[in-house]
């Protein structure tokens, strides 16, 4: 079974930095791309950022020089580091790894963590 951890959300100031990580666990043969997902109320589910297995990354127009997202493999872990926050930005992350396991490629999701940005 494999899961995925979530960590780092919560409340900070306009123009505050967060650092959000999404640690994979479980029988893990190889992880593939690593993703980053927002959900504000009354919006649908949106990419934030995305990093492939070789490294290369892709951000939404509307977080691109403000947000970075990295991988561990040695961790089995994506960050998310959030700089220059705005109230915009204000919504449920969620992270989701494209794992293969002994049985089954497929997508994972982390349970999600607020991140609320506010004054």
């Known amino acids: 079974q494999v899961q995925l951890a979530e960590s780092g959300g919560g409340l900070v100031q306009p123009g505050g930095s967060l650092r959000l990580s999404c640690a994979a666990s479980?029988?893990?043969?190889?992880?593939?791309?690593m993703r980053w997902y927002r959900q504000a109320p009354g919006n649908q589910r949106e990419l934030v950022a995305l990093?492939?297995?070789?490294?290369?990354?892709k951000y939404a127009d509307s977080v691109k020089g403000r947000f970075t997202i990295s991988r561990d493999n040695a961790k089995k872990t994506a960050y998310l580091q959030m700089n220059s926050l705005k109230p915009e930005d204000t919504a449920i992350y969620y992270c989701?790894?494209?794992?293969?396991?002994?049985?089954?490629?497929?997508?994972?999701w982390g349970q999600g963590m607020q991140v609320t940005v506010s004054s």
């Open positions: 990093i492939t297995s070789e490294g290369a990354t």
């Open positions: 989701q790894q494209s794992i293969l396991t002994p049985t089954v490629l497929q997508d994972y």
């Open positions: 479980g029988s893990i043969t190889r992880i593939y791309g």
